[in-house]
């Protein structure tokens, strides 16, 4: 019998209520604009953050071709600007090979700090207020 898939509740890293990140393309493990996460998201999609071809190009090297468009999934692929809720360990990894991507905390889930320290995504914040990408 499949599991209830019940999400953790929508907070950001601030504990405030967490903010859309991109729904042009359409991001988050529930695909709903958020990154919003849940017990099954194994990856923690919850970091909202700008892709740069620089991460893009590490994230494919590595094994995760977030640039080719994958039609038979509805995934256009992403260019640099694009705002995508990225799993966690992958930013964490990004960020020590030095080619993390800027990083929207607003929209971050409270969850990605079990992986990544506040100080790290500090590093990496930038703001644009409440006008979450593609909207």
Known sequence: MPKEI????????YGEP?????????TG????????????????HTVCAEMTAEFLALSKYL???LSTPRPEFGFSGLQAGDRWCLCASRFLQAH??????KVFL?????????VVSMEILKRYSVTDGDKPHGS
Not at 6 to 13: E, L, Q, T, W, Y
Not at 96 to 101: L, N
Not at 106 to 114: C, P, V
């Open 6 to 13: 019940k999400a953790h509740p929508s907070v950001n890293v």
């Open 18 to 26: 967490l903010k859309d990140c991109s729904h042009k393309p359409v």
């Open 29 to 44: 493990f529930f695909r709903n604009g958020r990154c919003d996460t849940c017990d099954q998201d194994a990856g923690s």
């Open 63 to 65: 094994g995760n071709d």
């Open 96 to 101: 020590h090979e030095g080619a993390a991507p």
């Open 106 to 114: 607003e929209a971050t889930h409270s969850r990605a700090l079990d």
